[in-house]
């Protein structure tokens, strides 16, 4: 099974960025409040989204005042984070280059971290102990992600279209659903929890495809793209309502505190 530095983390989405922006479904208010809330923010806090992709939810902390550092190693992400337009009256996002392992951030300079469907693929050792070394006394952690749903029918079959890739299956096994449990165990943190929340995206057949393909493991071309597109048209045909079918997720959020 492959390693994550075999994976090429932060390579692998080049070229997806745009999709990746429009594809990828967003995060429950209820995680955003639980997270402000947990992590003690507020407009005068700064939070550092730690591979942050294309910005989705560095622009949701930025809409409730939380100043934001974007940081993301991949250009292409970035550049689409950077030129995508805030709400009104959002904080200020700044964003920069850096790799959840060597973030390039100060010590002790931010109030909490965030890492949105992102921390998978860091070494996690490494990762949390840079994530120590920048925050703040007492600065909290999230770790946050999308996971499907396992007892919805159609998102239980639109996962084993996924699951079927072959990368997918490498990526999905060694860290599907257990991505967050070395926080558990580290010993630079304490006060660690996992809290969840509903979470679900509608999706038009386009929009069930571009959501698929927007993965890093998604075939790019050729006959497996084409199968891949026919098997997702097929499940979306089974289970469309009115021109739609509903990815139902829990979003799963693991918090712990700077010791």
Not at 50 to 62: E, H, K, M, P, Y
Not at 121 to 130: G, H, I, M, N, T
Not at 240 to 245: C, I, T
Request: charged share 30%; with cysteine.
């Amino acid at each position: 099974m492959a390693d994550r530095a075999d994976l090429k983390p932060t390579e692998r989405f080049t070229g997806l960025a745009n999709l990746y922006a429009v594809a990828r479904p967003s995060y429950p208010t209820e995680a955003i409040d639980f997270i402000i809330e947990r992590c003690q923010l507020n407009d005068r806090s700064t939070m550092a989204d730690v591979g942050c992709g294309t910005g989705i939810a560095t622009r949701l902390l930025a809409r409730r005042g939380v100043a934001m550092i974007g940081v993301e190693p991949n250009d292409d992400m970035r550049q689409r984070a950077e030129a995508e337009q805030l709400a009104p009256g959002s904080a200020q996002i700044v964003f920069t280059k850096g790799r959840g392992e060597q973030t390039g951030l100060p010590d002790s300079s931010v109030d909490a971290i965030l890492c949105a469907q992102a921390f998978h693929w860091f070494e996690p050792e490494e990762a949390l102990k840079e994530f120590h070394r920048i925050l703040k006394p007492s600065g909290w952690v999230a770790l946050m992600w999308n996971e499907r749903d396992r007892f919805d029918p159609f998102t239980t079959a639109y996962g084993a279209i996924v699951r079927a890739l072959r990368e997918s299956r490498e990526v999905e096994m060694k860290f599907g659903g257990k991505a967050g449990e070395p926080l558990f165990i580290s010993p630079l943190f304490e006060d660690v929890e996992r809290t969840a929340f509903a979470n679900e995206q509608s999706v038009d057949e386009q929009g069930l495809i571009m959501r698929a393909c927007s993965t890093s493991y998604s075939p790019k071309e050729g006959e497996a793209l084409e199968r891949f597109k026919m098997a997702l048209q097929d499940v979306f045909r089974q289970f469309e309502q009115d021109g739609r079918v509903t990815i139902k997720y829990e979003t799963a959020v693991f918090t712990g505190r700077k010791i």
